[in-house]
């Protein structure tokens, strides 16, 4: 969304806005790359201080941690300290009246908690912090230590911001929030024209059947392995032999070897097929007739989902974070519960040879789209919620 923003006629019009990161320089670059207009850039770096204990790897996680909460307890108040004191210096220089800060979970790096800090000792009028990922509760001791910060950051963050219900209802139970504090705001999405249909040739070979796809890392909370036993327990019941469907898998990562030794030995090479990294991931969703997100955890508003709806696509997801705020489940696509194959399966299966119901959510998702998830929507909303800030600042 960063580009987005800096990026926006409006937004320019009535903001002057700057940004300031922690990163390595090649983050700058790739920003500079989308960005249509320059705006002011600081760069921030933090001396990070090293691990000062490592744990035997033989002794069990939970005692580990017990025996290095003292020592994190040590660096953690005098590093988050020095981090809001760096801060505070480069807010000086832009003398905000608005203070948007982008995190990842909460909470998130030690950085976004430190931002809060120097805003508010900066005397900042409204301070925004938005909230990508589901809180962290408090049930490990790295956790208890932070208490005493998340208790300062519910107090002078104005407002926090979430793409998706769920999280924030997660992040209001975590730090006991207010409802009046949490705005959900989902991500907007601006496309790129499509292309032509060149990929469509090199991926299916004159295939006619039904052509789903997953996009997604191939690691374990993306549930591959879900989608793959959903396939097989599929041709198993219906004695499928090839040809009435096919999983296109998209993307790359570290299971992509048990992946491929769980398709070679179950004999699913005529309906799962890998395509590695795709450099148009908006036109290769195009080809779909649908877009599976197997995922099992670790998700909140998946960006791929709404790619899908923009494009007309029906969408079959697991029921997790934000995917319920997206997909209007026998309406735009089919939710099914998190790691249940037979759900999946089942979803799988009508979709198949219904080309009505497959057209009629594709269509429904598009309405949905451009309803409730463009670009446009999405910065209005951020504009609304600056103007009550300064309004009553």
């Known amino acids: 969304m960063l580009p987005n923003f800096f990026n926006s006629d409006e937004l320019r019009s009535k903001y002057s806005m700057s940004f300031s990161f922690v990163g390595p320089p090649i983050y700058l670059d790739g920003l500079k790359k989308r960005l249509s207009r320059p705006i002011k850039i600081y760069r921030i770096v933090f001396i990070n201080l090293p691990p000062v204990f490592h744990c035997p790897a033989w002794l069990p996680q939970f005692f580990g941690r017990l025996i290095i909460a003292p020592f994190r307890l040590i660096f953690y108040f005098p590093s988050l300290l020095a981090k809001s004191i760096i801060l505070l210096r480069v807010f000086k220089k832009v003398n905000p009246d608005i203070l948007h800060i982008n995190n ?27 909230v990508n990922n589901m809180a962290v509760g408090y049930g490990s001791p790295s956790r208890w230590i932070e208490f005493p910060v998340d208790y300062l950051v519910r107090r002078y963050v104005n407002y926090f911001v979430t793409g998706s219900r769920a999280a924030a209802i997660r992040l209001g139970d975590v730090l006991n929030v207010s409802n009046n504090k949490l705005k959900v705001i989902p991500n907007g999405l601006a496309l790129n024209p499509l292309k032509n249909d060149d990929q469509k040739n090199s991926h299916l070979d004159g295939f006619h059947g039904r052509v789903f796809g997953v996009v997604a890392l191939l690691v374990p909370r993306k549930g591959h392995l879900v989608l793959f036993n959903a396939v097989l327990s599929l041709i198993k019941k219906k004695n499928y032999e090839g040809g009435e469907f096919i999983v296109l898998v998209e993307g790359s990562g570290y299971l992509k070897e048990s992946l491929l030794k769980f398709v070679c030995e179950n004999n699913l090479s005529k309906w799962i097929r890998f395509v590695g990294d795709q450099p148009d991931i908006i036109q290769f969703i195009s080809n779909l007739d649908a877009l599976i997100l197997p995922s099992i955890r670790d998700e909140d508003f998946p960006n791929v989902v709404l790619e899908a709806m923009s494009l007309g696509k029906a969408v079959i997801a697991s029921r997790l974070a934000g995917t319920p705020d997206q997909v209007e489940n026998g309406v ?35 309405v949905r789209f451009n309803q409730h998830f463009t670009l446009a929507k999405s910065l209005a909303g951020y504009d609304d919620l600056y103007t009550k800030l300064l309004k009553n600042g």
Request: proline share 3%; glycine share 14%; hydrophobic share 50%.
């Open 104 to 130: 990842g979970g909460y909470p998130g790096a030690s950085s976004s908690l430190a931002a809060v800090m120097a805003g508010k000792a900066l005397g900042v009028k409204g301070i925004v912090m938005v």
């Open 332 to 366: 735009t696509g089919i939710l099914f519960e998190p790691g249940n194959v037979k759900q999946l399966s089942d979803a799988i299966h009508d979709l198949i040879f219904d080309n009505d119901l497959t057209a009629s959510m594709g269509a429904a998702a598009l």
